[in-house]
C-alpha cells in the first residue's frame, strides 16, 4: 500500500529556506499543496514521473522549486525567500501509478502525507 510522509517542516524567519521531502513507495506523479488557518487546501505545484514539474501558485513562482530523486524515491519542494504567508500545513499527495499528468484538483490525488507544518515568522 502506497505511504506518503513529509519532513522537513519548522519554524523559520521571514526571507529564509526551507526543503520539505515527500518519501513515497514508488514513483508517482507528485503534487504538494499547503494550507493555512481558515483558509482551502491549496495547490502549490506537481512534478511529474521524470523530473519535471509545474508550479500553480502564482505567490510561489521565482521562490519555490520541485525535484526527485527516483532512487530514493524522494520528492523535495525546495522553499526559498520564505514570507509569513506562506504559513500553513504542508502535504504531499501521489496520483494513481498509471497516471503520468499533474493536475492541481486535490480530489485526482489518491494518497496523502500526514502533513508538515511550516512557520514563517519572526
Known amino acids: 500500500q502506497l505511504q506518503l510522509v513529509e519532513s522537513g517542516g519548522g519554524l523559520v524567519q521571514p526571507g529564509g529556506s526551507l526543503t520539505l521531502s515527500c518519501a513515497a513507495s514508488?514513483?508517482?506523479?507528485v503534487g504538494w499543496f499547503r494550507q493555512a488557518p481558515g483558509k482551502e487546501r491549496e495547490a502549490i505545484a506537481c512534478v511529474f514521473k521524470e523530473g519535471s514539474s509545474t508550479i500553480y501558485a502564482g505567490s510561489v513562482k521565482g521562490r519555490f522549486t520541485l525535484s526527485r530523486d527516483n532512487a530514493k524515491n524522494l520528492v523535495y519542494l525546495q522553499m526559498s525567500s520564505l514570507k509569513p504567508e506562506d504559513t500553513g500545513v504542508y502535504y504531499c499527495?501521489?496520483?494513481?501509478?498509471?497516471?503520468?499528468?499533474?493536475?492541481?484538483?486535490?480530489?485526482?490525488?489518491?494518497?496523502w502525507g500526514q502533513g508538515t507544518q511550516v512557520t514563517v515568522s519572526s
Open positions: 514508488g514513483t508517482f506523479v
Open positions: 499527495a501521489a496520483r494513481s501509478g498509471s497516471i503520468t499528468v499533474c493536475t492541481s484538483s486535490p480530489r485526482q490525488y489518491r494518497t
